[in-house]
Structures are given as structure tokens and as C-alpha cells.
């Protein structure tokens, strides 16, 4: 099987663009995740969804946002980008919804200038 | 707030020494996941444990699931340069207390460089 695919894998923007990444989970998979990393930081969680539906979400303010398709294929998008958004964005794919083990794609670089 | 620590936050060690890191969470937990992540690249699943009390093996790694679902730990045996790398620990956690919505919970990693 295919592993989870993300695109683009990098990015340059500069404040106050926007920008939407792509995040492909593995055939089969349900549950897409995505979460923020920044250098030091651990895995922030950004949001999760299920069968089209946003399930969780976290702490981040609401230029972020995301969806997901009934393929499960799945978008974020940041509007109104700040330098404090230059991360590793990564999205992970689960069989099923609920904390099962994740698969991670291997991430968009994002730099904002 | 609900939440699972990691520590330590880094580790060097000499290739050839043991390692360990060990994770504890603030809840009970019906299972505990370990992802490793090499510098530059993306979380890999390692291993999930479920049972109370449970200890798996990997070669070197062996990674234990305390006997009150809280807490677990991952020893790596004579490291070796392919060991380094960020090891986070995550398990799921009510959306809300009592509820059913579980979410996906990571520590903050420890970093394993190793000296070689």
C-alpha cells in the first residue's frame, strides 16, 4: 500500500498570504490528522477528521482551518500568514477514528518570510 | 489538562550504552503508542501496547506498559548510531470527561543523539 502522500512538500510564503496544503492518507484509511511541528516543540495538534467530519480540534487560532473529502483526502488552510506559522506540517492517517495508531505522510516544510 | 509527559528531554549517549526514556500519563489508558522520528524526516509507528503489565521487544528496543495502564517506558540496548533520533510516546484521551470521543494525545519526545 501506498504510504501518505502530502503536497507540496515545500513551501515559501510571505505574511499575510495564504496558503492550503494537501494531504493524501493511506487507501482505506478514514481518520486524517494534522499537526504542527516547530524546532523544540512536540507534535501540536491542529485538528482531526473523520468521514468528512471535524472530530477534535486544537488550540490554534481560527486562520487555521481544514476539511476532508469523501475520497478522505484531506486540506488545511492557513490564511493570513505570520512568521510564527514556519513549520513541519504533518499529517497522519488511522484506520478508524478514536487514537488508533497513526501513519504519518512526511510533511510540508512551510517558511514564511 | 489532560496530558502525557516525557522524560528526559534529551539524551546523549556513547554508542554501545543502554537508553531510556520513560512516559507517564495523568489518566488510564486503554493503550500506549511509541513513534520515533529521525532528524529531518516524520514520526514512524513503532509499537502499541494495550495490556497492563505488557513488555514487547523489538531487537534492542524494549518497550513496557505499566501495571496501572499509566505509565510506560522504552529501553534500547547497546545503541548504536541508528538509534538517534526523537522518541515520543502518545495515547488516547477523552475529549471530554467521561465521553467517548478519544483523541490522540503526544509527549513532547526525548531526543536520543548518540556519540559514536
Known amino acids: 500500500k501506498a504510504g501518505v502522500t502530502q503536497t507540496p512538500r515545500y513551501l515559501i510564503k510571505t505574511r499575510g498570504q495564504q496558503v492550503t496544503l494537501s494531504c493524501s492518507p493511506i487507501s482505506g484509511h478514514r481518520s486524517v490528522s494534522w499537526y504542527q511541528q516547530t524546532p523544540g516543540q512536540g507534535l501540536q495538534f491542529l485538528f482531526e477528521?473523520?468521514?468528512?467530519?471535524?472530530?477534535n480540534k486544537g488550540n490554534f487560532p481560527g486562520r487555521f482551518s481544514g476539511r476532508q473529502f469523501s475520497n478522505s483526502r484531506s486540506e488545511m488552510n492557513v490564511s493570513t500568514l505570520e512568521l510564527g506559522d514556519s513549520a513541519l506540517y504533518l499529517c497522519?492517517?488511522?484506520?478508524?477514528?478514536?487514537?488508533?495508531?497513526?501513519?504519518f505522510g512526511p510533511g510540508t516544510r512551510l517558511t514564511v518570510l | 489538562g489532560q496530558q502525557v509527559m516525557q522524560i528526559p528531554q534529551y539524551q546523549h549517549v556513547q554508542e554501545g550504552e543502554d537508553f531510556t526514556t520513560y512516559c507517564n500519563s495523568s489518566?488510564?489508558?486503554?493503550?500506549i503508542q511509541w513513534y520515533k522520528q529521525r532528524p529531518g524526516g516524520h514520526p514512524v509507528f513503532l509499537i502499541q501496547l494495550v495490556k497492563s503489565g505488557e513488555v514487547k521487544k523489538q531487537k534492542r528496543l524494549t518497550f513496557q506498559f505499566g501495571e496501572a495502564k499509566k505509565n510506560s517506558s522504552l529501553h534500547i540496548t547497546a545503541t548504536q548510531t541508528t538509534d538517534v533520533g526523537t522518541y515520543f510516546c502518545?495515547?488516547?484521551?477523552?475529549?471530554?470527561?467521561?465521553?467517548?470521543?478519544?483523541?490522540?494525545?503526544f509527549g513532547k519526545g526525548t531526543l536520543l543523539t548518540v556519540n559514536p
Open positions: 502518545a495515547g488516547p484521551f477523552p475529549r471530554t470527561s467521561g465521553g467517548s470521543n478519544y483523541k490522540l494525545t
Open positions: 497522519a492517517s488511522s484506520l478508524d477514528k478514536g487514537g488508533r495508531e497513526q501513519f
Open positions: 489518566t488510564t489508558l486503554s493503550n
Open positions: 477528521y473523520f468521514s468528512e467530519t471535524q472530530r
